[in-house]
């Protein structure tokens, strides 16, 4: 079988092959109004408030549906099953998506904490800041581990995802799976490097909450989450150049 007719079959037998979405992707694009039961008015900075939040859980769940779950249904899956079909061995997963699945779990979770700020909830009982910071909570020990595992491992394998590129088996599998709808022409290159990027999106929409929050001790709550984000993101980009200046100097050393 050719890898286009095996893509053809995992899709026919995988979860990708419906169109209906399922848990909190069938949210996506959607207004906080449209799944809040309408109640007491509110005034502009509460709505603003309430707008900012549901930005957040947006944000996270299009990250999850539009790049994680892509990354992992579609582009690790089907190497899997190429592997399975004795196609591409050489393609190792393990050095190309490295903890993905962790990254996944890690986002699903974010996603359905954020989405119980909205569903089943009295007007007057959205977007609790007590409840969005506990999401939030540890972020240093739950999210570094976690990205910087995958995180050095894009740096580390870099150059042995650009060689994989010379093997026109792989190419014609980054071609199969790219046209896949649910991957939406992303190339692998581009989604493997989105979760570094996502990073840093928690501290810039954790401000713009911030700004519309009106209570003294909502915003101090808010205010020492965003500085321990800052604090973690800082160690990881730390972490992450240091372990790059070892690869370069362990690669000064071999042409020495």
Same mark, same amino acid.
């Given at each position: ?6 893509? =053809?079959? @995992? ?7 419906? /169109? ?29 408030? +309430? ?5 957040? $859980?947006?944000?996270? /769940? *299009? ?5 994680? @779950? ?27 998506? !490295? ?16 989405? =119980?700020? $909205? ?6 009982? &959205? !977007? ?6 506990? /999401? $939030? ?5 739950? $999210?570094?581990?976690?990205? #910087? =595992?995958?995180? &050095?491992?894009?740096?580390?394998? *870099?150059?042995?995802?650009? !060689?994989? +590129? ?9 071609? &199969? ?18 979760? %570094? #990027? +996502?990073?840093? +999106?928690?501290?810039?929409? %954790? ?20 500085? !321990? ?15 790059? *200046? ?6 000064? #050393?071999?042409?020495?």
């Amino acid at each position: 079988m050719t890898i286009e007719s095996l893509f =053809k079959s @995992y899709l026919s037998y995988s979860s990708l092959s419906s /169109t209906r979405e399922q848990g909190v992707a069938k949210y996506i694009g959607l207004h906080w109004t449209d799944v809040v039961s309408a109640g007491v008015p509110m005034d502009s900075s509460t709505v603003k408030h +309430h707008d900012a939040v549901w930005e957040l $859980f947006q944000e996270e /769940t *299009r990250y999850l549906n539009k790049q994680l @779950y892509p990354l992992d249904k579609v582009y690790k899956g089907f190497l899997e099953e190429l592997h399975f079909n004795g196609i591409l061995q050489l393609a190792e997963v393990n050095k190309i998506f !490295a903890n993905l699945s962790e990254l996944c779990e890690l986002s699903s979770g974010i996603a359905i904490d954020l989405s =119980k700020l $909205f569903l089943n909830r009295p007007p007057l009982q &959205v !977007a609790s800041t007590n409840e969005l910071v506990l /999401t $939030f909570s540890m972020f240093g020990r739950k $999210f570094n581990p976690v990205y #910087q =595992k995958f995180c &050095v491992n894009v740096e580390k394998n *870099r150059g042995y995802l650009k !060689a994989l +590129h010379q093997l026109p088996d792989f190419e014609e599998y980054i071609r &199969v799976c790219r046209n896949c709808e649910k991957v939406q022409k992303n190339d692998i290159e581009s989604l493997i490097i989105a979760p %570094l #990027q +996502h990073l840093c +999106h928690y501290q810039l929409l %954790l401000e713009k909450i911030l700004r519309h929050t009106k209570d003294p001790n909502d915003c101090s709550m808010l205010s020492s989450t965003i500085k !321990a984000i800052v604090v973690t993101l800082k160690e990881l980009e730390s972490n992450i150049a240091e372990h790059q *200046r070892s690869l370069e100097l362990l690669e000064l #050393q071999e042409l020495i």
